[in-house]
């Protein structure tokens, strides 16, 4: 596995690969599952489930188990800026007639769950999920990605999130799709509304900056070619309209011209994309003589 540098495999449990990720059998490591030490009639020898699981998903006895509820970050976009940890939670719940034993999450992007472009493993030493053991348990994994460790801005967007799970017989179930999510990078919106005060009826002059994480050079750089809209607020009310939408410039600078008709406070409106945070100004107050 080829690593930059500034990153050792798996520091904040993450791993960037264009090559099959090196735990066991892929992304998803059976190995990395906890195996049940034999209990009387309740399973099988440790030596089977061992076994069982050291093998390849393919030679792996085919497991009958389901997973639902799954939610990530409950169920908002991951949002990372230039510096600082981004802390996460992965919820779901595992069904097995035989029991579930343990299980393993994943995220990843680009590729297949084997050969992933970007994939992440949660903070627990062996990389599985606290979920207890029966025949449907509610499963916890807490994942930590660090922004000065992620290197390319490829890493923003759709990201998947890969489950398996073993019962008390050795069975594997896998879902590698069991749930999307958002890894968005992190936006700042600015606007100024001049000149203040501003006699009515007169051209008031809104700018404001659009500008993004870059996580290749971890710092904030202008969002081009972007549709953002300037709303405003009547002073008294508490609900912002639309007046108009402008397109941010080569550098992402947003300006445009309106009437000033009534105090108020003006502010630029972002609704995001899948790789970029939605992002509202903090709105300028006009005074209007």
């Known amino acids: ?53 050291a093998a390849p998903f393919a030679a792996a006895p085919a497991g009958n188990g389901t997973f639902s509820s799954v939610s990530v970050n409950g169920g908002k976009p991951v949002v990372l800026g230039v510096s600082a940890v981004k802390t996460f939670n992965l919820t779901f719940k595992a ?45 916890k994994a807490k994942f930590k990605i660090n ?56 051209s008031l002059t809104v700018k404001g900056t659009l500008s993004r994480a870059n996580w290749e050079t971890l710092t904030y750089q202008g969002y081009t070619n972007q549709p953002v809209k300037l709303q405003f607020r009547k002073s008294g009310s508490k609900t912002y309209t639309t007046v108009k939408t402008v397109t941010t410039d080569s550098k992402g600078k947003l300006s445009t011209t309106v009437k000033a008709t009534s105090d108020g406070v003006y502010r630029y409106s972002f609704a995001g994309t899948t790789t970029t945070q939605a992002m509202n100004a903090v709105g300028d107050t006009v005074d209007v003589k």
Request: proline residues 6%.
């Open 1 to 53: 596995m080829r690593l930059t540098p500034r990153s050792p495999l798996r520091t904040g449990k993450y791993m960037r690969t264009r090559a099959t990720v090196a735990v066991a059998t892929g992304a998803l490591a059976l190995t990395a599952l906890a195996v049940p030490a034999a209990q009387a009639d309740e399973q099988p020898s440790e030596k089977a489930l061992r076994s069982a699981l």
């Open 95 to 139: 069904s097995d007639r035989d029991k579930v034993y343990d299980a393993l999450p994943m995220l990843w992007r680009g590729g297949s769950a084997d050969k992933p472009d970007f994939a992440y493993l949660t903070e627990s030493k062996d990389g599985t999920a606290a979920c207890g053991q029966a025949t449907t348990v509610t499963c």
């Open 147 to 202: 922004p000065q460790h992620l290197f390319l801005n490829d890493a923003a967007g759709t990201h998947n999130v890969a489950l398996a799970s073993v019962d008390f017989n050795g069975s594997i179930t896998r879902k590698d799709k069991a749930k999307t999510f958002f890894l968005q990078r992190a936006s700042k919106l600015s606007v100024d509304a001049a000149p203040e005060p501003v006699e009515k009826g007169e």
